[in-house]
């Protein structure tokens, strides 16, 4: 009786708390999920994404409940409750665990999602092949909604740059204003993105090898970053992203349209009608 009126207790106060956070949830690191699962610790893991990507590779012992039916799907509870997403839709992520939480269900969300999981290299059911050449593309419209909800994210400009050279092969861009001077228009309009550039002076290659540098100092920095690659819509964001897979970087999205589609702001391009 004693062990049941705790239970209830506890059950009560993890709902009321999580009533309190007004929708948000607990986050769970992949190191900690890892430890967890490594000490045989009972934890039901949800895999969030669409089918198509769960059966390509998750995490095993993963359920798939796509994150819209988190709120209806009857769930077979064990232990803590983990869920997770691809680690670029951060909204997604957030609306299933909602869903559960009005069910007075308390969940974790797996910070940086399944590809955080692959980036340290960890079990997972997937396999090698043309599977992983799958690029992760995003409109401007979910650019700005990702850069809103993932707080570590980081824009990779990859573009030619137009004027003065910027001195060295990479610089940092800090605010909206480049190293070099020059005006930076990702700056103004993601003022409170953190930045990469490395942008080469036009005419000039990215030097690919720096550009790997920097960017594996920046997760040893920092950890687990979500990389938005942006380039010319000259194909320059699918070899770095190759390569940064090939160093074991997985998180990464590519802004689909590049420059193009930063300097239309996500309103759609002129059309030629021919009749």
């Known amino acids: 009786m004693i062990v049941m009126r705790y239970a209830h207790f506890t059950f009560v106060a993890c709902a009321?708390?999580?009533?309190?956070?007004?929708?948000?949830?607990?986050?769970?690191?992949v190191e900690e999920l890892r430890s967890l699962?490594?000490?045989?610790?009972?934890?039901?893991?949800?895999?969030?994404?669409?089918n198509p990507l769960y059966a390509a590779g998750h995490i095993p012992g993963a359920i798939n409940i796509p994150y819209r039916m988190c709120a209806t799907t009857r769930l077979p509870l064990s232990g803590r409750v983990v869920t997770y997403g691809d680690g670029v839709d951060a909204e997604a992520a957030k609306a299933g665990a909602e869903g559960l939480r009005q069910r007075g269900i308390s969940a974790e969300i797996l910070e940086g999602g399944f590809l955080a999981w692959e980036e340290l290299h960890l079990a997972h059911t997937g396999t090698k092949g043309v599977s992983q050449e799958r690029f992760h593309y995003l409109t401007y419209g979910e650019l700005v909604q990702a850069s809103a909800a993932n707080k570590d994210l980081v824009l990779v400009d990859l573009r030619a740059k137009v004027g003065e050279p910027v001195p060295g092969a990479a610089a940092m861009v800090v605010t909206g204003k480049s190293e070099s001077g020059g005006s930076d228009d990702l700056g103004e309009k993601f003022a409170d993105v953190r930045k990469l550039s490395l942008r080469p002076e036009r005419g000039r290659p990215v030097n690919h090898r720096d550009a790997m540098g920097k960017l594996q100092g920046e997760k040893r920095a920092r950890g687990h970053q979500l990389?938005?690659?942006i380039d010319d819509s000259d194909g320059l964001s699918e070899k770095i992203a190759r390569q940064l897979r090939a160093a074991g970087i997985r998180r990464i999205a590519i802004l689909a349209g590049g420059d193009k589609a930063l300097k239309r702001g996500g309103e759609p391009g002129l059309r030629t009608i021919t009749r």
């Open 227 to 229: 990389y938005v690659l």
């Open 16 to 29: 009321a708390l999580l009533a309190g956070m007004a929708g948000s949830a607990f986050g769970i690191t």
């Open 37 to 50: 699962l490594d000490r045989k610790q009972a934890v039901t893991l949800v895999d969030m994404r669409r």
